[in-house]
């Protein structure tokens, strides 16, 4: 109890903090839109957050990419994230804080934010989608129509609790093009040819990104996949992407991954994705990149460090095709 009521003292005056910290002007950049329960046919209801750089209410002649992300709840701190919800959540962010730097949150509107300040990349409209349950999120997340009853079984049964009666990403992703873009494009000043409409997300976020835009590489230009969880459904899931990529060319695709934790079984996984880009005619840092950080673990403390690069790579204006 003394250990518990330490760490919410620790908490609440972190939190002050904080407090101080997200009022700060200078801290503060664009503009939030919640919206609390997105409809769907395709899938469950959810949140989702749309975030307007500076200038988007006074350029009204202005137009914007899109980049849409997964794991949406991490994506901004925000007090509409659950994950700043709730005394047991504020401790488990403040250790995570201490251990990890970032706590929960990549912070991708600071980064953005940045960005454009520097000129480094031209102002872009951010749609952050939030995740289900944990297990929903593996099934949304799941690329599908790779996964054989037998793939299933050698590989999902034995690392996870994924069924394959139960993956719904096939779904998950109609549910992004069919409904979420066409509602942006219709209320936001977005650019929304393929050209400008970009996707990203970290594990199998990141599986569900390249899966995204093998499936529609007439709707999304560029993907981010960072810390891809390859090891999931192992070179059978990789091996579909021979034949189901998009045209070298017309598309950037951005890969990366640390050294440790879950990252240090990413190396075979990503080799085999290298591979598959080369003999599809992608050209290494023009239209496509593969990296890896030393040192770096499966975190979101890792990815916001680097989360500048990706951004650089797909959306820089001299990147533009």
């Given at each position: 109890m003394r250990i518990l009521a330490l760490l919410l003292l620790m908490v609440l005056i972190g939190g002050c903090i904080d407090k101080e910290e997200h009022l700060?002007?200078?801290q503060i950049k664009g503009t939030f839109h919640h919206i609390e329960s997105f409809k769907s046919e395709h899938v469950e209801d959810r949140p989702v957050d749309?975030?307007?750089?500076?200038?988007?209410?006074?350029?009204?002649?202005?137009?914007?990419?899109?980049?849409?992300?997964?794991?949406g709840q991490m994506m901004f701190d925000q007090p509409t994230s659950p994950l700043n919800?709730?005394?047991?959540?504020?401790?488990?962010?403040?250790?995570?804080?201490?251990r990890y730097g970032t706590g929960f949150f990549w912070d991708v509107d600071k980064t953005v934010a940045r960005l454009i300040e520097e000129g480094s990349i031209d102002p872009i409209i951010l749609v952050s989608v939030y995740n289900?349950?944990?297990?929903?999120?593996?099934?949304?997340?799941?690329?599908?129509?790779?996964?054989?009853?037998?793939?299933?079984?050698?590989?999902?049964?034995?690392?996870?609790?994924?069924?394959?009666?139960?993956?719904?990403?096939?779904?998950?992703?109609?549910?992004l093009v069919d409904e979420l873009k066409p509602y942006v494009d219709q209320n936001y000043r977005t650019k929304s040819d393929q050209s400008n409409t970009f996707i990203m997300g970290s594990s199998m976020g990141g599986m569900i990104s390249a899966y995204a835009i093998s499936e529609y590489p007439e709707v999304f230009g560029g993907?981010?996949?960072?810390?891809?969880?390859?090891?999931l459904g192992g070179n059978s899931v990789t091996s579909w992407y021979e034949n189901h990529w998009p045209q070298a060319g017309n598309h950037r695709i951005y890969f990366d991954r640390g050294t440790e934790s879950y990252d240090s079984t990413y190396g075979p996984g990503q080799a085999h994705m290298d591979s598959i880009?080369?003999?599809?005619?992608?050209i290494r840092d023009k239209d496509w990149?593969?990296?890896?950080?030393e040192g770096e673990s499966h975190t979101p403390?890792?990815?916001?460090?680097?989360?500048?690069?990706?951004?650089?790579?797909l959306l820089s204006s001299n990147s533009q095709k």
């Amino acid at each position: 109890m003394r250990i518990l009521a330490l760490l919410l003292l620790m908490v609440l005056i972190g939190g002050c903090i904080d407090k101080e910290e997200h009022l700060d002007s200078t801290q503060i950049k664009g503009t939030f839109h919640h919206i609390e329960s997105f409809k769907s046919e395709h899938v469950e209801d959810r949140p989702v957050d749309i975030w307007l750089p500076d200038g988007y209410e006074k350029n009204a002649d202005q137009q914007y990419s899109v980049m849409y992300l997964h794991d949406g709840q991490m994506m901004f701190d925000q007090p509409t994230s659950p994950l700043n919800k709730g005394v047991l959540m504020q401790i488990w962010g403040f250790y995570a804080k201490l251990r990890y730097g970032t706590g929960f949150f990549w912070d991708v509107d600071k980064t953005v934010a940045r960005l454009i300040e520097e000129g480094s990349i031209d102002p872009i409209i951010l749609v952050s989608v939030y995740n289900l349950p944990k297990v929903k999120r593996r099934t949304e997340y799941m690329p599908q129509k790779m996964i054989t009853e037998q793939i299933a079984t050698e590989f999902l049964h034995k690392e996870s609790d994924i069924r394959k009666e139960d993956i719904t990403s096939d779904k998950y992703l109609r549910f992004l093009v069919d409904e979420l873009k066409p509602y942006v494009d219709q209320n936001y000043r977005t650019k929304s040819d393929q050209s400008n409409t970009f996707i990203m997300g970290s594990s199998m976020g990141g599986m569900i990104s390249a899966y995204a835009i093998s499936e529609y590489p007439e709707v999304f230009g560029g993907a981010a996949c960072l810390s891809t969880h390859w090891p999931l459904g192992g070179n059978s899931v990789t091996s579909w992407y021979e034949n189901h990529w998009p045209q070298a060319g017309n598309h950037r695709i951005y890969f990366d991954r640390g050294t440790e934790s879950y990252d240090s079984t990413y190396g075979p996984g990503q080799a085999h994705m290298d591979s598959i880009m080369e003999k599809n005619g992608f050209i290494r840092d023009k239209d496509w990149r593969s990296l890896v950080f030393e040192g770096e673990s499966h975190t979101p403390s890792s990815w916001r460090k680097r989360l500048h690069i990706p951004l650089e790579f797909l959306l820089s204006s001299n990147s533009q095709k």
